[in-house]
Every structure is written in C-alpha cells, then in structure tokens.
C-alpha cells in the first residue's frame, strides 16, 4: 500500500540536539523508568522540583540545537509527492514551537507531551492516523529510540525507521536503520515506487 504520512520524531531525528540523558536520568533518580512516566508519578514538592530540572536540561539543549543534515530537502522532496507529515514527540510544546520557529518548520499534525500522550504508549501515534485520516498500512515512523519503535508497533505501523549511527543497538528491533536522512530518502523512495 502506498505511503501516505510519515511520522516524526524530533530530537534525535529531526534536530540534533546535545542531551545527555545519561546525566538527567541519574540526577533525576528515574532507575531505568521512561523520564516523563516517573515524574508523572511523584508527589508534590519532589515533582516540581524535578521537572524543572528536566526543563533546565531541555531548554539549553533546544536553544543549542540545529537542523539535522539533509531534513529540510527531505521535506522538499515528501511534499513534493503530497506525503503528509506528523510530529510526535516527548519534548514540550514549548520547545516545539521554538524549534519549529527557528528552522521554519511545518507538520500536518504536532503532538508534544501536554497530550499525555507520550512514547512509548502508540496513543499519539493513533490518534495522528486518524486526524490525518490514514490507514496504518500507508503511514511511517521515522525516529531514533526503542520508544520509537515500541509505539509504532504498539499503533500496528510496521515501517519503523531509525536514523542512528548504532545500527547494533537496534538489529532485533525490526526497525530499518539508516545512518543519513539521504539513505532514508532513497528507502522512502523505493516504497513510493507503484
């Protein structure tokens, strides 16, 4: 079936921005759980209090962040053949609205964190199909984490993308990795073909 939408994620994939997520997950304490899941759990002062410490982190790495190599002819090239294009990611609307300022940058449909629908959960994933109105089988994700790929399969879309230079990380993944946003043109372009 023919590619219709494609959904994005942001930092990581669409910008490059400089996290160090190992630091945050130490200092925040989350002890292997999803960042946003264990600060959704905590008690008050201690969620405020470490909120904004993922704030702190996030808006210094977004106003450092730049546009990720080739993204913008990318885009060119899926409006060109009227390919729809989503936005999912962790990040807050803030930020997101920041960034897509800065690179002047526009999606079909925008989810950020405010939703609460957050990855890995493939809620937001479900519910970008059916604001753009597309089946599964015609839409793509293309990120750069597990919790990319956890919510596609969990929304039942099976062309996952990951642009990371690790490609070992992700071989059991069933994900298709791909080093440059040019190698992911060229795979997007094969499933173009009628």
């Known amino acids: 079936m023919k590619v219709r939408a494609i959904i994005f994620d942001l930092d990581g994939t669409v910008v490059e921005t400089p996290y160090d997520w190992a630091q945050i997950r130490e200092e925040?304490?989350?002890k292997g759980v999803s960042i946003l899941s264990y600060l959704s759990?905590?008690?008050e002062p201690e969620?405020?209090?470490k909120w904004n410490i993922l704030k702190k982190y996030?808006?210094?790495a977004t106003h450092k962040a730049k546009l990720k190599k080739d993204i913008r002819p990318f885009f060119t090239f899926l409006a060109r053949r009227k390919i729809k294009r989503a936005l999912v990611t962790n990040n807050s609307r803030k930020n997101v609205r920041f960034l897509l300022k800065k690179f002047n940058l526009k999606f079909d449909w925008v989810i950020s964190r405010e939703r609460g629908l957050w990855k890995p959960s493939g809620a937001s994933f479900l519910e970008?199909?059916?604001?753009?109105k597309?089946?599964?089988e015609e839409c793509c994700v293309v990120g750069d984490s597990h919790f990319d790929i956890k919510a596609a399969k969990e929304a039942g879309i099976e062309k996952i993308f990951i642009l990371r230079r690790n490609k070992e990380k992700f071989y059991s993944s069933g994900a298709i990795v791909v080093i440059t946003v040019n190698a992911l043109q060229k795979k997007i372009e094969r499933l173009l073909k009628p």
């Open 128 to 132: 970008v199909l059916r604001k753009l």
């Open 41 to 43: 759990a905590l008690e």
């Open 47 to 49: 969620k405020s209090l």
């Open 28 to 30: 925040l304490g989350t």
């Open 58 to 60: 996030e808006d210094a």
């Open 134 to 136: 597309i089946k599964k």
